[in-house]
């Protein structure tokens, strides 16, 4: 499709920080830059001046700069942004004091708070308290393992008022899921709720808490915080680890008030983040402060048009990096909204909430975007969502027939901004943009001071062909290190093994005619029949326009000395796959793309296997029906899936 989904009207285009921000840019550099892609060509060309520009124009809060911006910027891993800088992460969170909203939280069981700013201060002063009574230094580990809740934002912006480090995973996680995680970083302190709702269900956490620390001694206090009930029984966790666990009325200190905050260096650790682990045990990946703090500050600011006056949504868990993409919105002072449980307890749960608390910019998976779809939900004719300007979508390339449902059924006069990052970089290489047109299936630009690239096996860069995106040149969320990998091997063969200098993330892509971003896939998904390279998302796209299909599952099959595709299907309940509908899907597919997508063998399962943050695990699934074995089944939101692919004897023949 040449033409636009959607184009920005010119006022709207004059409204936006992006606009500003180029005129202050030829202001201020004597410049005549006068659209997007001559900002992103000189962002690239003058990466120091971008950021600077950046740290200037989002008011970043630092008790000193320095002069160096970027030291030996020709290596990758090795180049150092602002050596000299002296910040605290907290501090630029919470520089914002007033009656403002800060946050806004609202469970699936209907429960509602919301703080201001100055509360948000008052109650990190508070907790601050607690945590230095155990001599928190600078480099120490606080885990939590929470739901999304207001609780968990003022944990972590206390640990990290303090210069300490904040991990994270979301309460759904297995005992052994945690301990592969936090057993590595080894926490002085943990948080937790008593437990948490989802889907109609409460789920008491105790139990799993005090396994957990049961193999973790190097917890010296478990912090629990009251959720689904008014004052949580903490019998079993003194049973199970005498003397640690306390409620969190009894840490805090309330007549505490003021945040004496850290000084911390420019790349010293805020956040452990870790990868799927569904292939081992899951790498432990260290942001740093200075980075994060910038890209976040310019994906906000700049792609996503973020504002004091917007309520940000994102859908997440606190085992998913977007959680941490999320709150640090309260940099630009907007109110950032929190939602635990399930996204489908009713088919309009969030769509319902997004009208209520007049939700702006509105983000989600493109599972999500397609399920609604797919349960009748049309919000144009529902809901009032006269405040929402932005749609975003991750986890999953976003399908061209969603973008024709978000523009027929959610709203025409918006921006819907497929991204595309990941944990590794806490943020993005391609999303979205105020000022550009959207077009169907299409990410709209790659992120600004991003040298992104897409990449043919030689190294060569490519337009309008399939490759590996690449990074090119260093940029500040770049993650400062893996957790005890002194050498940096791991860091090295994780992103920097396949081209010399060069991050290759590992996603199957390609740039468009209009500059934008297609993915494809994980380029380790991708398939492989005779020799041509195809991209899952070219064939889900096709399958589950299918109206019987639910959701789908593509891996390659090693047969006969070739690859042939293997396609999982889960249908509508009570239909059985027959061969008519086999044949549909395949003609759906054959017709749409090439004889070479069209999958050899369609079976039908109950359940695909996916991540605790809701991604479908094809790597998983190709071992288990080549009989290889998965290590890892904790990192899994229903590992029993996994069964269903295990000797099937369609894939004998």
């Known amino acids: 499709m040449t033409q636009p989904m959607w184009q920005p009207s010119q006022s709207r285009i004059e409204q936006t920080n992006l606009w500003r921000f180029i005129q202050s840019i030829n202001a201020t550099h004597q410049l005549d830059i006068t659209d997007f892609h001559q900002l992103h060509q000189w962002s690239i060309d003058f990466s120091d001046l971008f950021w600077e520009q ?63 700013y100055a509360t948000l201060y008052q109650r990190v002063a508070a907790l601050v308290s607690g945590l230095e009574k155990y001599n928190l230094q600078p480099g120490d580990r606080v885990a939590g393992f929470m739901p999304n809740v207001i609780d968990t934002v003022v944990a972590m912006l206390a640990t990290t008022s303090l210069g300490a480090v904040w991990s994270s995973c979301s309460p759904d996680f297995g005992i052994n899921g945690v301990l592969d995680r936090f057993g590595q970083i080894e926490p002085r302190i943990l948080f937790t709720t008593d437990g948490y709702f989802y889907n109609g269900k409460t789920l008491n956490s105790l139990e799993r808490v005090a396994g957990i620390a049961a193999h973790l001694p190097s917890i010296e206090a478990i912090v629990v915080c009251d959720h689904i009930t008014k004052t949580a029984d903490l019998n079993l966790l003194h049973e199970a680890v005498p003397g640690k666990a306390v409620h969190l009325k009894d840490f805090i200190d309330l007549t505490a008030t003021e945040i004496a905050f850290v000084d911390c260096h420019f790349d010293d650790p805020l956040y452990i983040m870790y990868s799927s682990g569904t292939t081992g045990v899951p790498k432990c990946i260290v942001h740093g402060i200075g980075g994060t703090l910038l890209q976040h500050n310019k994906e906000h600011f700049l792609h996503t048009d973020v504002t004091p006056n917007d309520v940000l949504f994102y859908y997440t868990t606190c085992g998913w990096m977007m959680w941490n993409w999320l709150v640090s919105g309260l940099a630009l002072g907007c109110t950032v909204l929190l939602y635990d449980g399930s996204p489908f307890k009713t088919p309009s749960i969030l ?80 999303l979205g ?221």
């Open 433 to 653: 943009c105020p000022i550009l047109p959207v077009y169907r299936g299409e990410l709209q630009c790659r992120g600004l001071a991003m040298a992104v690239d897409i990449f043919d096996d030689d190294g060569q860069p490519l337009r309008q062909a399939k490759g590996e995106l690449v990074c090119t040149a260093p940029f500040p969320a770049m993650p400062i290190y893996f957790w005890q990998d002194k050498d940096g091997k791991k860091y090295h063969d994780a992103y920097f093994g396949q081209y010399k200098n060069v991050w290759a993330h590992g996603d199957y892509g390609e740039i468009t005619e209009h500059g934008g971003v297609i993915i494809h896939g994980r380029s380790d998904a991708v398939l492989n029949p005779g020799g041509v390279r195809i991209g899952t998302a070219e064939i889900y796209r096709q399958v589950e326009v299918v109206e019987e299909v639910l959701e789908s599952i593509v891996v390659g099959q090693t047969w006969q000395q070739d690859v042939r595709v293997i396609l999982f299907v889960v249908l509508r309940p009570e239909l059985v796959l027959s061969e008519d509908l086999i044949r549909t899907i395949k003609q759906q597919v054959r017709s749409n793309t090439t004889p070479r997508h069209v999958p050899a063998k369609v079976i039908q399962v109950s359940a695909i296997p996916r991540t605790i943050s809701g991604k479908i695990v094809e790597l998983a699934v190709r071992k288990v029906i080549h009989g290889e074995a998965v290590t890892n089944k904790d990192a899994l939101a229903n590992p029993e899936a996994l069964d269903l692919f295990v000797n099937l004897p369609e894939l004998l023949s």
């Open 54 to 116: 950046i740290w200037h124009q989002c008011n970043l809060v630092t008790s000193h700069k320095g002069n160096i911006i970027l030291h030996d910027s020709s290596k990758m891993p090795g180049a150092l942004w602002y050596p000299e800088a002296k910040l605290n992460f907290a501090e630029n969170l919470l520089k914002f004091r007033n009656s403002s909203t800060a946050l806004i939280y609202c469970g699936e069981d209907g429960e509602r708070q919301e703080i201001s």
């Open 351 to 430: 769509i319902d909430m997004a009208e209520r608390e007049k939700v702006t910019i509105f983000g989600t998976s493109a599972k999500y975007i397609a399920a609604i779809e797919k349960a009748g939900v049309k919000p144009s004719q529902s809901h009032n969502l006269q405040y929402l300007k932005t749609i975003l979508s991750t986890g999953s390339p976003l399908s061209h027939e969603s973008f024709d449902f978000v523009y027929r059924d959610v709203k025409q006069d918006l921006l819907l901004a497929s991204i595309s990052g990941g944990t590794d970089i806490v943020s993005c290489f391609a």
